[in-house]
């Protein structure tokens, strides 16, 4: 009988080990992702609230539910749950490689919280991201984001093969979504999106995000799929937004086209394949896409407020605003930005793909295992 016991008990650990996270993950997952749109549209609308206003609620809760995730993971891990996939240690504490990365992004965004309070009394409340603490905050949500990406590797939860994959694509969506998110006023409103520093912005994040991507989603179309997938969710959290009458972000920026030249380029071979090539590719898709969709759906000019009801948030987006009549998408800006973009697209695209390759998936038959 007690032969017969043990292996049921540890069976039931792994099981709790990893289930439990995977649904405190995706509950997270979905009120972080929300969470941050209504953010902005709360701040145009409203203003700045307090911290306790309800998006921020959902913010912060989300990414509790990521710290409860991994560690739950950890703690049944040290007692006795076998790691599945591969695994990250720190002297008696353990855990699934990618439930750890999420762990410690959890406890950098939370860390930067009472950083965002203390900032706010020195030096007021914030009219754009870009603050650090909002930049620290940035930065652990897309580590976060890596991590669940890494923990939907083969093996590491018992869910069906095709929704392994789709949620997989999905995290990876999700950096793509942190690093527009981050993209301050250009993420916020299509009006401020000039023809040089905007398309600039897009090489220096989105491409590290395709790349990883594309390692870990495999096959021909890789950023193609992740591309895809962060453009549709947007769409759909846009909606849902604009239903309940907030005022969602700017329409997604078109890198959806970007990624379908990179992943063209990358099946020829060859030299078509090199990092340069790449980038060249997809600054050349992506700032066509871009002037295309500036030139047959123009933004609207504004007309009063641009950014509700605080006069900073307002003098700040017409500051942008000026500089988009700067640098008009009918000139020769689009093209210089794809000629300085393209080495930056390459560079990013590299540290993505050795990314990758430092968190590749373990495809060991011991550690896709279930025990």
């Known amino acids: 009988m007690a032969t017969i016991a043990l292996p049921l008990r540890a069976r039931r650990a792994a099981v709790s080990g990893t289930t439990i996270p995977l649904a405190l993950g995706l509950v997270g997952v979905a009120l972080t992702w929300f969470g941050a749109a209504w953010d902005v549209s709360w701040h145009r609308l409203i203003g700045r609230d307090t911290f306790w206003s309800v998006p921020h609620l959902f913010l912060y809760g989300g990414i509790s539910l990521w710290g409860l995730a991994s560690l739950v993971a950890t703690i049944t891990a040290m007692r006795g749950r076998p790691v599945r996939g591969r695994e990250l240690r720190v002297g008696p504490l353990r855990s699934e490689l990618g439930l750890a990365l999420v762990g410690i992004a959890a406890a950098i965004v939370i860390a930067s919280a009472p950083f965002d309070d203390a900032w706010h009394r020195m030096f007021g409340r914030d009219v754009d991201i870009w603050s650090p603490p909002h930049l620290a905050g940035v930065a652990g949500s897309a580590l976060a984001f890596v991590g669940w990406s890494v923990a939907f590797a083969p093996g590491v939860f018992a869910i069906p093969e095709g929704i392994r994959r789709f949620l997989r694509a999905l995290m990876l969506a999700n950096i793509c979504a ?14 401020t999106r000039e023809a040089f520093f905007y398309p600039l912005a897009v ?7 395709l790349a990883f991507g594309a390692a870990l989603i495999g096959g021909r179309f890789g950023a193609t799929v992740t591309a895809a997938t962060y453009t549709g ?27 379908i ?3 063209l380029l990358r099946m020829r071979g060859g030299r078509l394949a090199h990092p ?6 997809f600054m050349t898709a992506f700032v ?3 002037l295309v969709r500036m030139v047959l759906f123009p933004a609207t000019p504004p007309s009063g407020t641009g950014s509700g009801v605080d006069p900073r948030g307002t003098a700040l987006y017409y500051q942008y605003y000026g500089q988009a009549l700067a640098r008009p998408w009918l000139s020769l800006w689009p093209l210089a930005a794809a000629i300085v973009g393209a080495p930056i697209a390459a560079a ?3 540290v993505g793909r050795q990314s ?16």
């Open 288 to 290: 066509v896409a871009e």
């Open 203 to 209: 090489a220096l994040t989105i491409p590290a995000a």
């Open 261 to 263: 030249a990179v992943d």
């Open 233 to 259: 969710a947007a769409l759909v959290t846009y909606t849902i937004l604009a239903g309940g009458g907030w005022l969602a972000p700017a329409f997604p920026p078109l890198f959806l086209a970007g990624a």
């Open 356 to 371: 990758a390759a430092v968190l590749a998936d373990d495809l060991h038959p011991e550690a896709l295992a279930h025990p």
């Open 348 to 350: 990013s695209w590299r």
């Open 178 to 191: 942190v690093f527009v998110f981050g993209m301050n006023f250009y993420y916020i409103m299509a009006v």
């Open 276 to 281: 340069l090539v790449l980038g060249a590719g």
